[in-house]
């Protein structure tokens, strides 16, 4: 795609690339603090880079017509590697986003009437009475230096909440957070035997994971057992996407969900709705304080518009571009690896049973082949008639599995920024770069002070 531009365009901070001659155990080192900066020059470049990791041939996937046939086309013969298993099983259980085969197409038929066009619609005013209630807050602390990372999780744990159960998360909020905090600190990165086991055999932290899962479910359990009391009013339409899941029922064998199956969902739909947006919108409060043009392009957009439901969500096509970019150069899920149930011929490439397959969206993203100015912030480039490759930009995934919750996450993402953004000018207090982290999602290295002032 090829970008023009009147002006140079900001080029955020990233972690050197690493060496072409790295160690195994230097890598395997460094897969622990940042998987980010396993990668080397390399990868950035070729369209398929074949190596060995653990004894089977591995593959990292730069080509959108190979990554289509793993996706799409031939997406059942892969499966979650052991490591990814363990990193999201104790916090998801069986839900929506680690589920295979019969069960997997289950929750998806069940789930799909929540997570419509129209559903999203509904839970808008949710969206806007906390975005009412943050801009309020912030109102009182203009010209103080603010964590915006910490205030963006506050706030879409708080949406969360209200979207899921209607109610909000001011006396739960602390503990669903440490929740996150604590399994994201000590839980989530991987280690040594977890990579190397198989998922049969528990590694050592296995055991801590299953004890926090035990912790967690019972939370979630709680939380569901709150809102059940609250009670529904006979007759009246679903108010959440808790009376959504609640009701839901497969088209097919007209079953709906366990408790512990509900669980599962409620978990899965909490944290991708909470940490992830967090994540993003974070980045995208970082790259508009590095980019003052652009954050004036988004607050003119925004002027005189109320933005209080979907018509006038979907008319913020600048905002929407640079929620895109955000995430085209800070994508929530910055690694797919998969590995191969049977061999496989992916648009000709020849894959073994076993064989695993890594598709990074953080390289797709900013491959030098796929995209013009690749590790440059230019949003215009989403307002182009000439679209990226579908299987070169995957924030949400691809294909059956790509992520269900996507048009509801987009939706908030741009109704929050263009709201924020609308009422205040955001600078950064502190100058130093702000690295991007590969683990588990894509996440700053520390988090950067702000200052807002009323526009």
């Known amino acids: 795609m090829n970008i023009a531009s009147v002006r140079r365009p900001i080029v ?19 897969i622990r603090q940042n998987v980010i900066a396993t990668w080397g020059q390399r990868a950035y470049e070729e369209d398929v880079i074949k190596g060995r990791f653990f004894f089977r041939n ?18 059942e013969n892969y499966t979650r590697t052991p490591a990814g298993f363990r990193m999201l099983r104790p916090v998801v259980g069986n839900g929506l986003l680690t589920s295979e085969g019969r069960s997997w197409t289950f929750q998806r038929r069940t789930l799909a009437p929540a997570f419509t066009p129209k559903a999203t619609a509904d839970l808008v005013p949710h969206m806007t009475a906390v975005l009412d209630e943050t801009i309020a807050k912030l109102d009182a602390r203009t010209g103080e230096s603010l964590d915006l990372r910490e205030i963006m999780q506050r706030m879409t744990l708080e949406i969360a909440g209200r979207t899921m159960f209607s109610f909000g998360m001011d006396r739960h909020g602390a503990t669903l957070r440490n929740f996150v905090m604590e399994y994201g600190e000590r839980l989530a990165r991987p280690y040594f035997l977890d990579m190397l086991l198989p998922l049969s055999w528990p590694s050592p932290k296995d055991f ?26 006979d007759g009246a339409p679903p108010r959440d996407l808790f009376d959504l899941m609640d009701e839901a ?9 366990s408790d512990a199956e509900l669980v ?9 709705g909470h940490e992830t947006t967090a994540i993003a919108l974070f980045w995208a409060l970082y790259l508009l304080a590095l980019d003052p043009e652009t954050q004036e392009e988004v607050a003119s957009e925004t002027r005189d518009v109320h933005l209080d439901n979907m018509a006038d969500i979907n008319r913020q096509k600048f905002t929407r571009a640079v929620i895109d970019e955000t995430m085209r150069l800070y994508p929530s899920a910055f690694l797919i690896a998969r590995a191969a149930r049977e061999k496989d011929n992916a648009a000709g490439l020849e894959i073994g049973k076993g064989d695993v397959i890594l598709i990074a ?12 100015q690749p590790n440059a912030f230019i949003p215009k480039r ?26 509801f996450a987009q939706a908030e993402s741009v109704l929050a920024l263009a709201r924020l953004i609308g009422a205040f000018r955001v600078e950064l207090v502190d100058t130093e770069p702000v690295i991007p982290l590969g683990v588990v999602t894509t996440q700053p290295e520390r988090s950067p002070m702000f200052r807002i002032t009323r526009r």
């Open 361 to 372: 969206p953080w390289l797709l993203h900013r491959h030098e082949k796929l995209w013009d």
């Open 12 to 30: 955020p901070p990233t972690p050197p690339r690493a060496p072409d001659d790295m160690s195994f155990l230097g890598r395997l080192a460094a």
């Open 264 to 272: 599962d969902e409620v978990a899965t739909m909490i944290l991708a």
């Open 382 to 407: 989403f307002m182009s008639a000439e679209a990226p490759d579908r299987f070169a930009y995957l924030p949400f995934g691809a294909g059956p599995r790509v992520c269900i919750g996507a048009p």
């Open 208 to 233: 801590e994971r299953a004890r926090f899962r035990t912790r967690w479910t019972e939370f979630v359990a709680m939380l569901i057992a709150e809102r059940r009391a609250a009670g529904k009013k």
């Open 58 to 75: 591995s593959f990292i996937l730069n080509r959108p017509d190979a990554i289509r046939h793993i996706l799409l086309s031939n997406y």
């Open 249 to 257: 029922r497969d088209p097919v064998t007209g079953k709906g969900f």
